[in-house]
């Protein structure tokens, strides 16, 4: 019963329609290219013209079997909409047994109203005369539903062919089969490479058939650290459209579900009734923050100055933006935002990352330098006690490793100079990145406005190639006076960074001010400081672009 209401059966006729439209235009195009080159064959004459003729009779043929397999596709959705009219049967049922006070279950059970007229008697003959009444609605309901599954099953299955003709034929539009790598990792016989480097040499070795192949199988590929940035890109833009489309439909299917609490409407009183209203506004509100992030990261790559690249987007609200290729920069920095960070507020993280990579321009890094703001993991979302705990930096730390790791396998030419900035408790994120037994893959490390990273001295964190001795030219600090995180914080995750006994080298940030005080109110948006690092005239700027620049001596 609950996915009968969830439904849209209507939908998938609307779907149909566009389908069989969008797929007329398909063929009203290669019709129009075809005569093209008949116009252009029409004076031409030779080997070329031979070529030309027969690789259009090619794409024709292509075109051809793209055409019969989505036509099946829309098919398969009209299919599916011919449960318009057994949902609204089932519905009506439903509000017909709830007006006699009876309960449709989930698996369209439906029990009785109790008769309750204090006479033992009466309410015997008129409990059966109620069971009766609900034992009818459920011979009514009960059938449908095994149709409605019946019939969704059908049209999934026809749906899911079409789809596989259709990967198959955009693959190898001649018949060419997929390399025998691919298809044992599509088959289940192989897996794709964890490790970074073993991806790369795994992705490099595939033909652009196979690589398209993997994404029909796995449209989250793109997030695969190994992966080369332009192809990362590619391949994420192309699923963030599905991530954007799943959930506006999750997200209509619970405003469908309770219309008028969508509205703000006839909210629950009874306290089962709560309970439920809690769940779905917690999934509703989930569901609304996807597509908020999904938005702010298209706002952002859509964008064209500098060049964007999307490295990852997922399901579960994480994302990270370049500014320029970091497969191809000189100096490659990534920004981790604190807490309360969030994907839709990665237009935040952009615009630090736009001014550091300014800042790192004018130290000497013009066109070589790559910013990247990496939205990668679940921040905490309150400052007490999420903040004060250490299990968002543990969960963070292998995924922001593995990210550097990517960053180093895919970049070429000579290696480039690697600096991560970490932002509030995206510094302890850091911290544990590169402490306790782990290493992380950066040349420089920049600590600003931290709580502290878990560790003791500077020389308890570990950077590739680096020895421990020489971590004080290579970590950096800063705490503007006013900044109220490194006292707070470092009650929670030890000795902040920024001072003098950890063994970073610090450097200066403009004083700040904070508002509301006491205990910075709206924290931390209330502390004009904590935030004030990126300012155009803050010294602590400057300093960022140096390092990332590799130009701090």
């Known amino acids: ?126 409990q059966a005369s109620l069971d009766n009444e609900a034992a009818g609605f459920q011979a009514r309901i009960q059938p449908l539903l095994v149709t409605a599954g019946t019939t969704d099953e059908k049209a999934g299955a026809k749906l899911s062919a079409a789809i596989a003709s259709l990967v198959g034929l955009a693959q190898n539009p001649q018949g060419t089969p997929a390399s025998s790598k691919v298809t044992d990792v599509i088959n289940g016989n192989a897996f794709l490479p964890d490790d970074p480097k073993g991806m790369y040499e795994f992705w490099e070795s595939l033909s652009p058939s196979d690589k398209d192949l993997l994404f029909a199988y796995d449209p989250n590929v793109g997030n695969r650290d190994g992966i080369p940035a332009v192809e990362k890109d590619h391949y994420n833009r192309l699923n963030l459209v599905n991530l954007q489309t799943s959930a506006q439909s999750t997200l209509d299917n619970l405003n469908g579900q309770h219309p008028d609490w969508a509205a703000g409407q006839n909210p629950p009183v009874k306290a089962s009734a709560a309970a439920e209203y809690e769940l779905w506004n917690e999934a509703r509100t989930k569901q609304q923050n996807l597509l908020n992030g999904y938005k702010a990261v298209d706002t952002q790559i859509n964008q064209t100055t500098p060049p964007r690249y999307l490295l990852s ?170 900044d109220p995180v490194p006292q707070i914080g470092g009650i929670a995750h030890g000795m902040p960074p920024s001072e003098k006994y950890f063994g970073a080298t610090v450097f200066e940030s403009s004083s700040g001010s904070v508002a509301d005080l006491p205990i910075i109110r709206d924290f931390p948006q209330g502390s004009d400081a904590h935030g004030s690092y990126w300012d155009p005239n803050n010294p602590g700027l400057r300093s960022q672009g140096r390092i990332i620049a590799g130009a701090q001596s």
Not at 23 to 44: K, P
Not at 79 to 84: E, G, I, Q, V
Not at 372 to 400: K, R, V
């Open 1 to 126: 019963m609950s996915q009968i209401r969830s439904w849209s059966p209507a939908a998938a006729a609307t779907a149909s329609t566009g389908v069989v439209a969008v797929n007329n235009e398909f063929r009203t195009a290669m019709s129009q290219a075809s005569r093209a080159v008949d116009t252009a064959l029409a004076g031409w004459q030779g080997d070329a013209a031979t070529a030309t003729d027969l690789r259009r009779l090619e794409y024709e043929l292509s075109a051809n079997h793209i055409s019969a397999a989505v036509i099946d596709a829309a098919d398969a959705l009209a299919d599916a909409a011919t449960l318009t009219t057994v949902c609204t049967t089932i519905l009506a049922i439903e509000t017909e047994a709830k007006a006699k006070g009876c309960a449709v279950n989930d698996d369209g059970t439906v029990t009785a109203a109790v008769s309750n007229t204090g006479d033992l008697v009466l309410d015997t003959v008129f």
């Open 313 to 482: 987007v997922d399901d579960a609200g994480h994302g990270a933006i370049a500014l320029n290729n970091p497969d191809a920069a000189k100096n490659v920095a990534t920004y981790v935002p604190g807490t309360f960070a969030r994907l839709e507020e990665i237009g935040d993280g952009v615009e630090r990352s736009q001014a550091m990579l300014n800042s790192a321009e004018n130290a000497g890094g013009r066109g070589n330098t790559s910013v990247i703001a990496w939205y990668g993991y679940d921040a905490p979302q309150s400052l007490f006690p999420q903040a004060a705990q250490e299990s968002f930096a543990d969960n963070g730390a292998p995924t922001l490793d593995r990210f550097q790791d990517g960053l180093r396998a895919t970049h070429d030419g000579p290696a480039s100079n690697n600096t991560v900035v970490g932002h509030s408790y995206g510094s302890t994120v850091i911290g544990h990145a590169a402490s306790h037994g782990n290493s992380l893959a950066v040349d420089n490390v920049v600590f600003v406005g931290s709580p502290g990273v878990d560790v003791d001295r500077a020389t308890d964190l570990h950077l590739d190639g680096v020895p421990t001795d020489q971590n004080k030219g290579r970590i950096f600090a800063t705490a503007a006076s006013a």
